[in-house]
């Protein structure tokens, strides 16, 4: 057996060796490849690399001669006509490089241990001609709702990462919250940093490890503090007892929109996390600040609209519905979903 030269296709762009070779070559060991790689077997246009190494389309990768009879094979992925179908019907707008998804309450993004079903899991039954599933570009907490962006291939999914990392793009959160925020219209700016209280138990069978931090207001200089900031706008209320905010994040922290609305004294409705506790804290015991019977007790929290430029130019612009739950409360306070936003319609 000879050695084979394999070249970065356009899909392949920007992916890390490592990767690259298990998409390639599943049955590779992990050892087997960083040995291969030390020793100068692999090269990268004639150069020796790393497994770090990230690729470029065009360019020619020598791969050894593989003894992999003893190597365990990868299991082969399910597709699951189920998967594709919940997929399709989640689709808010497709084109031929990307997909946006409306997430729905309680569907986990990404897997955790012993977790069966998820959106990362469910993509792998749209393959392309090639096999290539489709690549999740951001994330979104399990039970909050909304538009999720999803490229078609690795190499768009790296060009609109790059332009998440630019802060071009534009997200438009719609949240219900406990009470009314004085002032009407601010900015949240905040150090955050994983909560010296943080649950550590272990993760239950279907948990996502993400579902059990939580985060805390730090200050500059704290290990592991980093800036957050937020736009939020009051769009109507039901005064005293519930807010609708329209919420813009500049950074994208974990559980920021949660931690920032805490933070200010009027938690997101229906937040086991964030929630203010009775005991600890008089505005959440004050009568006038109960939430009313028949709300449900889910997280009112949504990605309401999506704004970035498309990488085949021009404007991705796509916008999500309430979700059953919000829907439901936006009619028992009477707030109509086509009031004007004072954040959505604030200039850039």
Request: net charge positive.
């Amino acid at each position: 057996m000879s050695a084979q030269t394999f070249q970065v296709t356009e899909d392949e762009d920007g992916l890390r060796l490592d990767r690259w070779f298990k998409r390639r070559i599943p049955s590779l060991s992990l050892s087997h490849l960083n040995k291969i790689v030390r020793t100068g077997q692999v090269r990268v246009d004639g150069a020796r690399v790393k497994t770090a190494t990230r690729l470029a389309e065009g360019q020619n990768v020598r791969v050894p001669p593989l003894n992999l009879e003893a190597a365990p094979v990868a299991p082969a992925v399910r597709i699951s006509a189920e998967d594709a179908r919940d997929i399709r019907n989640m689709v808010l707008y497709e084109d031929k490089d990307l997909m946006v998804l409306n997430k729905p309450f309680g569907l986990a993004v990404q897997g955790g241990s012993g977790m069966k079903r998820h959106i990362d899991g469910m993509l792998a039954s749209l393959p392309n001609e090639r096999g290539d599933r489709p690549v999740l570009v951001h994330r979104l907490d399990r039970d909050t709702c909304g538009v999720l962006l999803v490229a078609k291939t690795r190499k768009v999914a790296a060009e609109l990462g790059e332009i998440f990392r630019s802060r071009e793009a534009r997200k438009i959160y719609w949240a219900l919250v406990e009470g009314v925020p004085k002032p009407a219209q601010g900015k949240i700016s905040l150090f955050l940093a994983k909560g010296e209280g943080m649950d550590v138990r272990p993760v239950r069978p279907g948990e996502d490890r993400a579902a059990l931090e939580k985060m805390r207001v730090a200050k500059h200089g704290d290990e592991d503090a980093r800036h957050s900031v937020t736009y939020y706008a009051t769009v109507d209320s039901f005064a005293p007892r519930v807010a609708w905010l329209s919420m813009k994040p500049i950074t994208g922290r974990t559980h920021q929109l949660r931690a920032h609305a805490e933070a200010i004294g009027h938690p997101i409705v229906g937040d086991p996390k964030y929630g203010l506790k009775p005991k600890t804290d008089p505005r959440r015991s004050d009568p006038m600040r109960a939430i009313p019977e028949g709300v449900e007790k889910k997280l009112h929290l949504l990605a309401r609209r999506l704004v970035l430029p498309h990488p085949r130019g021009g404007i991705l612009d796509v916008t999500a519905p309430l979700p059953p739950h919000m829907a439901k409360s936006f009619e028992l306070f009477g707030f109509d979903a086509k009031r004007y936003d004072p954040i959505e319609g604030a200039p850039e």
